[in-house]
């Protein structure tokens, strides 16, 4: 697991169930403070296509669920089917 998708996973439980976050919060956290985050993005977009593939997390948009990445996009959690509950 590429450490984007690490990160993203560990972000979004900080966050808690239910809670989302920006694909740039990710890149701000990967580039640190001062850092060049946009160069950071393309990673973090693999790594997002990543883990939607396994189910991991879900993108959305204005609270709408999105079935890929596309345009501006939020993260959440992939909710689990036998709980009903968010788990990164």
């Known amino acids: 697991m590429s450490a984007a998708a690490e990160r993203t996973l560990a972000l979004l ?6 809670r989302t976050l920006c694909p740039s919060e990710v890149a701000r956290d990967l580039a640190g403070e001062g850092g060049d985050w946009r160069a950071r993005m ?3 977009h693999k790594a997002v296509d990543q883990l ?3 189910g991991a997390i879900t993108p959305s948009w204005k609270g709408r669920a999105l ?5 501006p996009y939020r993260i959440a ?5 036998d709980t009903d509950t968010v788990t990164p």
């Open 13 to 18: 439980r900080s966050r808690g169930a239910g």
């Open 42 to 44: 393309e990673d973090v």
């Open 52 to 54: 939607l593939d396994g």
């Open 67 to 71: 079935h890929r990445r596309e345009g």
């Open 77 to 81: 959690a992939a909710p689990r089917p």
